[in-house]
């Protein structure tokens, strides 16, 4: 099998992890197991992203094991062990012999070996503390907590080596920008009054899953009203005759996602109403863009979209106050009414991914560095069921978000998904002739 990355780029990340820890540790990172959906039934099997970042192994259970206890670091890789009864099943199982000769790592064991070899790494003289990652392997946990011993979390030290890119991790992430962007381009010419939200996320998935690829989420697909509910996922309705229709859709190649957020109208013609909403956030969302220097801090691009939000806003009519008193202290003021989610997040190896400042406004922010890739996404939404606010009559039932994934660089951010339109113009020509 091929991984997708070098050996010396494998070995660079480990090295870069197990330089920053104390003398005695044993680095324990398990992956994640088969999960049971019913009977004789298994959901789709998605590797842990830390396993992945730090070896390329991509298959049910394993266990990526560093120590330093005898002066120097050595590697192993605890994976199941050849088994043919459940290889006659289920598929070729790769075992120890294969990972000790084809992955970056010093050795390969047999999973069933684990629990034995925790005891003796646990009771040499040199040993100091664990550090792992809890909540991905139930058992490891309960080793770790039944034996008491000093326990670090990995991900404080991993986190911050995932949030910037290598050149190979952002090539992988420009191909799935692309293939992503295409899949909505096909959702698009497939525009028609009636089309339900099922067909166009059957569209976009089988795009997906012809070019070797598969969801990195569960796809948003809402039709009219529906696209006012964020996190929106049933995708059964019909979309009718002059009703938008909102995509959050993004794939994932070798584990890297790609996240693309397109609303359009499915008649191919935006309704004068539809068409203020749209304009604003599109506005919003290319001063966010611009807001993605190198040295700014992260929130910098949150309160870009927020400020021409909220005078778009008051310009439609839709706040009655001054822009100040629209944004509100720190940025809670009442246009979040229309616009209750953060501007982006950091994307990679995890949709959301590692390394903070996950939704622009919480938590330690980060600066903007180049390699960095994130998320922007502003949005407008106006439910007609909300009676909390005051929703305009025009605007009811209108839900808008635009999104593309942002590569930062010391020349300015570069939007990978560029190739997805998002000008009114482009939309509507490409619905409109489907080509």
């Known amino acids: 099998m091929n991984l997708p990355f070098t050996h010396d780029e494998y070995f660079d990340r480990q090295s870069s992890f197990l330089d920053q820890l104390p003398d005695g540790s044993v680095v324990i990172i398990p992956t994640n197991m088969k999960k049971r959906r019913s009977n004789d039934t298994n959901f789709p099997f998605r590797a842990n992203s830390y396993m992945l970042y730090l070896s390329g192994w991509d298959h049910p259970g394993g266990i990526w094991v560093a120590h330093n206890l005898d002066s120097s670091w050595e590697t192993s890789l605890y994976v199941r062990p050849n088994d043919t009864k459940s290889e006659i099943w289920e598929g070729r199982i790769l075992g120890p012999d ?5 992955f970056p790592v010093d050795n390969g064991y047999s999973i069933n070996s684990f629990d034995d070899d925790f005891i003796q790494y646990i009771q040499h003289q040199n040993f100091s503390s664990i550090i792992s990652i809890d909540g991905v392997d139930a058992h490891i946990d309960q080793l770790i907590y039944d034996h008491n011993v000093p ?38 010419k ?42 929106y996922s049933i995708n059964q309705d019909d979309i009718q005759d002059g009703e938008l229709v909102l ?75 001054t822009l100040q008193e629209a944004l509100g202290d720190d940025f809670n003021g009442p246009y979040r009414n229309y616009f209750m989610h953060g501007t982006g997040h950091l994307l990679g190896l995890d949709v959301h991914d590692v390394g903070g400042g996950r939704q622009g406004d919480d938590g330690p922010s980060p600066v ?54 998002k000008e009114i113009d482009e939309i509507e020509a490409l619905i409109g002739t489907g080509e």
């Open 247 to 321: 995509i959050d859709a993004g794939c994932e190649i070798e584990g890297y996602a790609s996240d693309i957020t397109r609303t359009w109208p499915v008649n191919g013609k935006f309704t004068d109403p539809q068409r203020e909403i749209y304009e604003l956030v599109l506005n919003a969302e290319k001063a966010a863009i611009q807001a993605c220097q190198v040295g700014a801090p992260w929130r910098s691009f949150h309160e870009a979209a927020s400020k021409v939000l909220a005078q778009g806003l008051i310009d439609l009519g839709i706040l009655d106050c």
């Open 151 to 188: 326990n670090l979390d990995a991900r404080k030290f991993l986190d911050k080596l995932r949030l910037k890119k290598s050149e190979n991790e952002i090539e992988i992430m420009i191909k799935s920008a692309e293939l992503a962007s295409q899949a909505h381009i096909l959702a698009m």
């Open 98 to 102: 294969f990972v000790t000769q084809n």
């Open 190 to 231: 497939s525009g028609n009054s009636g089309v339900s939200e099922c067909h166009l996320q059957s569209i976009i998935e089988g795009y997906f899953i012809s070019n070797r690829s598969r969801w990195a989420y569960p796809s948003i697909v809402g039709g009219g009203d529906n696209a006012t509910i964020l996190h």
């Open 368 to 421: 903007f560095t180049s390699g960095m890739i994130l998320t922007v996404e502003p949005g407008l939404y106006f439910a007609s069921w909300r009676t909390d606010v005051s929703i305009p009559s025009k605007y009811s039932g209108i839900g808008v978000r635009i999104e593309d994934n942002i590569l930062i660089t010391d020349n300015g951010p570069i939007v990978l998904t560029s190739s997805c339109p």
